[in-house]
């Protein structure tokens, strides 16, 4: 057994700042913890900005939030957790991406953060202060890095490209009878 290096140390101290706040946030979608809409309000808000159905998409980022931030800070699963938070941070940035990247003017600049910091993690692996590393990485395959970023890059660029045309589609409705 090797004792934790200041890698491993940093890899804990990123995993519990990016997964923290995201369980916090995925929550507030899910049970309306922390002041949040909870899955009613979220399923409404999500259904105002083109994602259909409303309720499984309020699901959607509610789980790839939470679950993926608990992925993430505990070490478990980690190429899951970083390629869930990252699908689900591109679904909310493409909501913000008319008032511009930065965050002061509702951008999507902290989406981007989480998203980049999660898939690298990922990517970099948990460290040995995890339980990834504690149960032998079974979870956390170097094949499940690219597979698990795979099915959530195609899930978002689905749910994304059909918000899109649904957009388009309502400010141009000549153009989606044809």
């Given at each position: 057994m090797r004792c934790a290096t200041r890698r491993d140390l940093g890899l804990?101290?990123?995993?519990?700042?990016?997964?923290?706040?995201?369980?916090?946030?995925?929550?507030q979608k899910l049970f309306g913890w922390f002041g949040g809409p909870g899955i009613k309000g979220t399923s409404k808000f999500m259904e105002d900005h083109g994602y259909r159905p409303g309720t499984l998409s309020a699901v959607a980022a509610g789980v790839a939030e939470a679950g993926g931030g608990a992925l993430l800070g505990l070490g478990l699963a980690t190429p899951a957790g970083g390629a869930a938070v990252s699908a689900g941070m591109a679904g909310a940035a493409a909501v913000l991406v008319p008032h511009?990247?930065?965050?002061?003017?509702?951008?999507?600049?902290?989406?981007?953060?989480?998203g980049v910091a999660a898939?690298?993690?990922?990517?970099?692996?948990?460290?040995?202060?995890?339980?990834?590393?504690?149960?032998?990485?079974?979870?956390?395959?170097?094949?499940?890095?690219?597979?698990?970023?795979?099915?959530?890059?195609?899930?978002?660029?689905?749910?994304?490209?059909?918000?899109q045309v649904r957009l388009h589609n309502s400010q141009n409705p000549s153009e989606a009878d044809a």
């Open positions: 804990l101290v990123l995993r519990l700042g990016v997964g923290s706040p995201l369980i916090a946030h995925g929550t511009g990247f930065f965050g002061y003017a509702g951008g999507y600049e902290l989406n981007i953060i989480y898939a690298g993690i990922a990517l970099t692996g948990p460290g040995t202060l995890s339980l990834d590393h504690a149960i032998g990485y079974r979870l956390a395959r170097p094949w499940m890095v690219p597979a698990t970023f795979a099915v959530a890059a195609a899930l978002a660029a689905a749910a994304v490209g059909a918000r």
